[in-house]
């Protein structure tokens, strides 16, 4: 069975599209089930000063973390 981990990524708007800037992770590995209920907007309250940065919460299996693709 597939592990998986929580990944807040950070995005900015160059003011023609949105480009990654950096990410961060959540090293507890989890079920897809748990992850997916960990990143949804119910758990979280956000509130933005800046309208051009934004965070993207994915769940990502915890076997490619930090890799180009993932098979």
Known sequence: MDTF???VSI???TGQEWAYIGQQSL???MSETQ???LKSEEMWQSNYENENFRFR???MKAS??????CS
């Open 5 to 7: 981990i929580l990944v």
């Open 35 to 37: 992850c997916i209920w």
């Open 11 to 13: 995005w900015g708007f």
């Open 27 to 29: 090293q507890q590995e």
């Open 57 to 59: 919460m994915d769940c």
């Open 64 to 69: 490619c973390a930090f890799q180009e693709s």
